[in-house]
């Protein structure tokens, strides 16, 4: 392919005008539009659902040439009132998502065009008292007129009119405001050149808290009610933020290379975080915890904190120049993210923490028949949304690992210093960045690169271990793709010899098909071996059958949740061990298994096994042995954390009346097992556990919810009670409300909800729903956010295990030949759980 910035000259380009932002049309705006700049005024009324009216002016260096200038607006044309060319009021020419400029009205060098219009709402985020807009990938012009493409920087200059008691925060610092009557405007300083993407204003009623860390004033809006979780998160959540200040400064030699730095927590935001300059937003849940939050979730607060601080160098100082590299700027957060959380929070444990956050997410999506490569082409920008998931998030991270190990740290810090420095402000792509760190290594990266990022899949490794004499006589392991091809992935990883005293690991430098480790041999016979023992290699490994006897010989938690992990990926591709075999195990773990990462990685396991790969029938069986001893566990356990993880997977399982009683008598009385902290969210989750049982007492969700304080908690629980009622009807009622968009707004909301209502005590009924959420899931992707399309079909398919839904599926597929090729590797990713569970479940009743 050619490289991004290559094509003919301007003039000559045919430039149809076609909806979204195609390649085509970015290359050539690029090569005739510089020093943009925007002013834009918002009108907010206090109401909703009102218009809001705006006006901006664009200022550009225009490059002459024969086509007119399309500015980018996915809204209705009655939506634009007025436009001015360089002060001269023209027609409005609209089509296609585009306002049509025409090259005579337009000078050579500096340009104006101002434009009077109604903002577009999509992506405005409206709530009663608040609102935000999310503007990644190419929604800023689903809000105002712009040239939405990230390598169009621009500096934006905003003004704001709101309800006199709201507040607001943009990308740049507050300059003034001034009052008239019960409304107030706001103007904004400049900000510095960014992509349209991380453009972004909050307003609303929000409390503000003001810290300085290291020299630096940090501002912080939220709407969180509860004192206790207000005072016991404010402290790390400014502290975090500092100390990865620090560390990123440091690390990339760099400064902070924006004017401020300022973040806002929003209830039920869509993701984890979005890395606006000076205005980084994030979901509320997430940054605020109680008295019983688990060491897994401040660790999770901490690495996202880190994350979208990383963004700030990688991502928003030095951008990806088309999309179809927007995970670059992921696994640079992600990558760098976990180098902070490693220093500082000291008392963790990196590889575990690295191991257990990225490899089954990978793998959930890399095992499945909807993979996808780390790097995907993209024709036009409206399809970018579907790039995103868990290759970009959590195997680009793995693969930066491996590209660590091959370089060396060192080489490594020096090329991102290199590349940081020499795109500041800028753009950049991946073959720029492997341009530069080609000259600080020795090794093949183009060959590297081409497997790891350009091709899908991963691989699958076996062994031949040879004794003699109780002696290693050979040992030879090899590596082909899971599909059978001759594919591989130069890594590498560790092996472990496991002896009755002590482990042994050896290095593989996988850079064959097949490897013969030569320092194994002359080593004495151990009891079994365990592949990818230190966490780093990536693929599915093979299992020794004497592992699952010798497992608590594994004394390195890294290594035991190597173990899980490969153990459940050799399940679900029917080998190694059966589901029951692996509950049986894990039963045993529950109260062996010393480190609490490895806790929540086994429950989580359990639970799966128990809904998704259990037969109905045998559930009761399972679930008696089960809760019996997860309460036998969480009673002996003595952390906290611990007893928390213990007492969430008791709620998930349990199933006879027994556990429901007990878990209905926990919230009725507000009373918590000994040494277990429960929250409002946590009674919540309890409340919501019970309805989806049907437990017999009357009101109980109108009960929890007479008991939630927070406003934006109560909405919550409001809008997803119809999906969690005993009556079909009601249920059938709350789901087809789902076919207006405007009832799927709030799309956490709306991805809660659906998890009941699919669970699997729900099936007989729910499966109905199947084909109709697959019927509106090209109006999911045209109308939610990045993320929407994805979560609206794992907490649909997720749970089944019959040939039936495998029959849905497959049928909708085979009806639509044509279908969008993203949206379906994202349907076959959620299925993929579906189908595995039915072929080990039913195999007499497969789908062929």
């Known amino acids: 392919m050619a490289a991004y910035g290559q094509s003919k000259p301007a003039s000559s380009v045919n430039l149809p005008v076609e909806a979204g932002v195609s390649k085509q049309l970015a290359i050539h705006r690029k090569q005739t539009i510089s020093q943009l700049a925007y002013a834009i005024r918002f009108d907010i009324p206090t109401g909703k659902v009102q218009p809001i009216s705006a006006f901006e002016t664009i200022s550009f260096n225009w ?192 400064k902070y290379p924006f004017s401020k730095f300022d973040f806002v927590a929003i209830p039920d935001f869509q993701y984890g975080g979005m890395e606006h300059v000076g205005a980084i937003q994030y979901r509320a849940a997430s940054l605020f915890l109680d008295n019983g939050a688990t060491r897994d979730q401040k660790l999770s607060r901490a690495t996202l904190i880190a994350h979208e601080t990383a963004h700030m160098w990688f991502g928003d100082l030095v951008t990806m120049r088309w999309f ?189 098909p097949v490897v013969t480790l030569t320092q194994a041999v002359g080593k004495a016979e151990p009891l079994f071996v365990l592949f990818n023992s230190s966490g780093q290699g990536y693929g599915q490994f093979p299992v020794d059958p004497r592992l699952l006897l010798g497992l608590n010989q594994l004394t390195n938690p890294v290594g035991r949740a190597s173990a899980y992990i490969s153990l459940y990926e050799n399940m679900l591709g029917g080998t190694a061990v059966t589901p029951s075999q692996l509950a049986a195990l894990y039963q045993q773990q529950l109260s062996r298994e010393t480190e609490e990462l490895n806790i929540r990685l086994i429950t989580n396991q359990l639970s799966d096994i128990f809904w998704r790969l259990t037969r109905p029938d045998d559930r009761p069986a399972l679930a008696a042995t089960l809760e019996s001893e997860l309460w036998r566990a969480l009673e002996q356990e003595k952390q906290a954390g611990k007893k928390k993880l213990l007492f969430r997977c008791y709620q998930s399982i349990a199933l006879s009346n027994e556990a429901r009683n007990r878990l209905y008598a926990i919230w009725n009385n507000q009373q918590a097992p000994a040494g277990v902290t429960l929250t409002e969210d946590d009674y919540t989750s309890l409340a919501l556990a019970l309805a989806v049982r049907d437990y017999p007492a009357d009101g109980l969700l109108q009960q929890q919810l007479a008991r939630i304080k927070n406003p934006d908690r109560k909405k919550r629980l409001q809008f997803m009670i119809p999906a969690l009622s005993p009556d079909k009807e009601t249920r059938n009622a709350f789901f087809a409300s789902l076919s207006n968009a405007a009832n799927r707004e709030r799309e956490a909301y709306v991805t809660a909800a659906l998890g009941y209502l699919h669970h699997p005590l729900r099936a007989a009924t729910s499966a109905n729903y199947i084909r109709t959420s697959l019927d509106l899931l090209e109006d999911i992707q045209r109308t939610g956010d990045i993320f929407f399309p994805e979560s609206w079909l794992r907490s649909t398919l997720s749970n089944y295990q019959t040939p039936e839904v495998t029959r849905i599926v497959r049928t909708f597929l085979t009806e639509h030949p044509t279908y969008n090729p993203r949206l379906k590797a994202k349907l076959l990713q959620a299925a993929d759980g579906s189908f595995r569970a039915a072929k080990l479940l039913y195999p007499a009743r497969q789908v062929r």
């Open 324 to 512: 179809d590299d927007v995970w670059m700027k992921e696994v640079f957060a992600n990558f760098i993210a976990d180098k902070i959380t490693e220093v500082n929070m000291p008392d963790g444990n990196y590889d575990l923490e690295f191991l257990i956050a990225h490899f089954p997410a990978a793998y959930d999506v890399d095992r499945t028949e909807g993979a996808n490569p780390i790097g995907q082409p993209l024709a036009n920008l409206q399809e970018a949304g579907t790039l995103y998931g868990g290759i970009i998030y959590h195997k680009a991270p793995i693969m930066m690992r491996q590209l660590e190990r091959l370089m060396g740290k060192e080489a490594l810090r020096n090329g991102l210093r290199e590349y940081l420095k020499k795109y500041a402000y800028g753009n950049a792509s991946w073959a720029d960045l492997i341009a530069i760190l080609d000259a600080y290594t020795p090794s093949d990266l183009l060959r590297w690169n081409r497997v790891w990022v350009n091709e899908t899949g991963r691989p699958r490794f076996s062994y031949q271990l040879k004794t003699s004499q109780h002696r290693i006589s050979q040992f030879v392991v090899s590596q082909t793709g899971e599909d059978g091809s001759n594919r591989q992935w130069p890594q590498f990883f560790e092996v472990a010899l496991v002896y009755p005293d002590r482990v042994e690991e050896l290095t593989v430098n996988m850079n064959q």
């Open 63 to 254: 490059k002459q040439n024969d086509q007119p200038v399309q500015l980018d607006f996915k809204e209705q044309r009655t939506q634009l009132q007025r436009i001015l060319v360089n002060q001269v009021e023209i027609p409005v020419v609209f089509g296609n998502e585009h306002i049509l400029i025409d090259a005579h009205l337009l000078r050579a060098g500096a340009n104006q065009v101002s434009l009077q219009f109604t903002a577009g709402n999509l992506s405005l985020n409206r709530s009663d008292d608040f609102l935000y807009t999310l503007l990644v990938p190419d929604r800023a012009r689903t809000v105002f007129p712009c040239f939405d493409q990230p390598d169009l920087k621009a500096s934006f200059q905003l003004t704001l009119t709101i309800p006199g008691t709201w507040r607001a925060m943009t990308n740049a610092a507050l300059l003034d405001s001034s009052r008239s009557g019960d409304r107030k405007t706001l103007r904004f300083g400049e900000s510095e050149v960014i992509s349209t993407y991380l453009f972004s204003f909050a307003a609303g009623r929000f409390e503000t808290v003001v810290q300085q860390r290291n020299g630096r004033e940090m501002h912080f809006f939220h709407r969180e009610t509860d004192s206790t979780k207000i005072r016991l998160s404010m402290d790390p959540i400014f502290s975090t933020h500092s100390d990865a200040l620090t560390f990123l400064e440091d690390y990339t030699q760099i």
